[in-house]
């Protein structure tokens, strides 16, 4: 019989055992962890922690030699009372359960804490730090208090004794209008109550009913770290900060401490506290202002009577007001007596001075008809000295021709004389004086300027006709169309019978 080898020896079968696929080996692995497991406490340290788009939160709890999945459901997320951080320990409540999907096995969170007060505290002082970085503890942002406030704003629990406390020490110091904001001060939810609160009462107006408080009190009474929990809370913080209206935080009592007193412009120890920041003494208040009152009115009164003793020192060195007047009223009446005489005077003076110039004045038409006279006097010298300087032409011509003997120097004198006495002749005729003589007239307007027109003469109206040198008459002209009848002519004394051999010239 041949040996037989390893490989050909095959496992003995095993009808009795039940036969899985992976699917339901998965599911009743699930149904056993969570049948066993259906509440559990796990302390452990937050390490991978990201939220998703959905809004489910995933990390891992892990100690020294284990990792534990977990994962929270977005409904569950918004209802913690922390927000999960890496590194931070803490004690998560919930179910064990497995995903298939691989082969894992996990916590659903339903509840989650820190996990002792170590870690509390190293979350807040983390927290503080990056708050802090971000400029919302800077002084230079807290607003001063309202020294007495109209209405004051309180957020706190209605249910608990700091409202009482709050209202009771307001009514003993200056009774105040005061509106309350109730919210819940630690818890679920409590956190973003408060910071709700807050703006909310920024949010109101002076204007509208309610009135928007002048002072907030955030106030909550004792308890322990994990009580005052909410009032550490970012958003609560960030909405302290932002707050238009003065705030004072009153949480926990004198040596409890949380963000908000850090937000806030003014931390009280404790709620009485508050109220008493919060508004002044009502009797120590009217005390003062009767103080006040007392030495204003002796500080005017001694004022008062130092002025007066001043003035009447100072009234004794003054002279007497009525004897000043006598000698300014004297005064005034002697200088108005010169004034009204300088007056008189002056205005004699420049009558005098008119009537002077007015003697030397001539009238316009004196001055006209002198400067006329002037022309025509210049014009006859003008006229007079021509022909005595021809005529004295005439005679040096004639003294130079007897002393020329030669016959052609002397028929050339005679042409030249006979040429000179024709040239004198015409100039001699054509003088206006000459045309005047022959029966001619000269029409000028009353500007004196010549007229050349029958219409110039017709929109002249009034002319004047110069019949000679001296000879000068006035004349209207009527409007009219008719021709004038023809010119008759005076007979020349030169040509018998009438006739002019000089002909006319105009």
């Given amino acids: 019989m041949a040996p037989t080898s390893m490989n050909d020896i095959s496992p003995p079968s095993l009808p009795n055992t039940p036969e899985y696929t992976v699917s339901e080996l998965s599911q009743t692995l699930k149904r056993a962890v969570e049948e066993t497991f259906p509440h559990v406490r796990v302390r452990g340290e937050v390490s991978g922690f990201k939220r998703a788009a959905s809004g489910h939160l995933y990390l891992s709890l892990k100690d020294e030699s284990a990792v534990l999945d977990a994962v929270c459901w977005r409904g569950t997320a918004a209802r913690l009372a922390i927000r999960p951080e890496d590194g931070l320990e803490v004690i998560a409540t919930g179910r064990l359960t497995t995903y298939p999907g691989r082969s894992r096995y996990q916590i659903v969170i339903e509840q989650i804490e820190i996990a002792g007060e170590g870690a509390l505290l190293k979350l807040l002082e983390e927290r503080r730090k990056k708050l802090a970085a971000e400029g919302l503890f800077d002084e230079v942002r807290k607003k001063p208090l309202p020294f007495l406030p109209a209405v004051v704003g309180v957020v706190t629990s209605p249910t608990g004794a700091v409202i009482r406390d709050i209202l009771h020490r307001l009514n003993d110091r200056f009774p105040r209008h005061v509106l309350m904001w109730p919210v819940l001060v630690q818890g679920d939810g409590a956190a973003e109550q408060i910071a709700a609160a807050i703006r909310g009462f920024n949010a109101l107006s002076r204007d ?299």
Avoid at 242 to 263: C, K, M, Q, R, Y
Avoid at 309 to 317: S, T, W
Avoid at 334 to 359: C, H, N, P, S, W
Avoid at 444 to 458: F, H, I, K, L, W
């Fill in 208 to 506: 509208t009913a309610p009135s928007r408080p002048d002072v907030l009190i955030v106030a909550r009474g004792g308890g322990s770290l994990e009580d005052l929990w909410a009032f550490n809370e970012e958003v609560v913080v960030r909405a302290a900060a932002e707050s238009a209206i003065p705030l004072i935080s009153a949480v926990g009592h004198e040596t409890d401490t949380t963000l908000i007193d850090f937000a806030s412009d003014r931390r009280a120890p404790t709620p009485t506290a508050a109220a008493e920041m919060a508004v002044p003494v009502r009797a120590e208040l009217m005390a003062t202002v009767l103080d006040l009152s007392r030495r204003l009115l002796g500080g005017m009164t001694r004022t008062l009577e130092d002025r007066r003793v001043r003035v009447d020192g100072l009234a004794r060195g003054l002279p007497d007001p009525e004897r000043l007047l006598e000698t300014k009223t004297q005064h005034c009446d002697l200088i108005g007596e010169r004034l009204q005489r300088a007056l008189e005077t002056t205005l004699t003076a420049r009558v005098q001075a008119l009537d002077a110039k007015a003697g030397r004045l001539r009238s316009p038409i004196q001055i006209i008809t002198t400067e006329q006279r002037r022309i025509q006097t210049a014009v006859e010298r003008l006229s007079g000295g021509f022909a005595r300087s021809l005529s004295a032409a005439g005679q040096d011509l004639e003294r130079i021709g007897s002393r020329l003997t030669p016959p052609v120097v002397t028929r050339a004198v005679d042409r030249s004389s006979e040429q000179l006495a024709r040239i004198s002749f015409s100039l001699e005729s054509l003088s206006y004086h000459r045309v005047l003589e022959r029966g001619y007239a000269v029409v000028r307007d009353g500007a004196g300027m010549v007229v050349e027109s029958g219409d110039q003469a017709r929109s002249a109206g009034a002319i004047s006709v110069q019949f000679g040198p001296d000879d000068f008459a006035d004349a209207s002209v009527q409007p009219g169309t008719g021709k004038p009848g023809a010119p008759r002519r005076r007979p020349s004394p030169s040509s018998p019978g009438g006739e002019d051999p000089q002909g006319s010239l105009l």
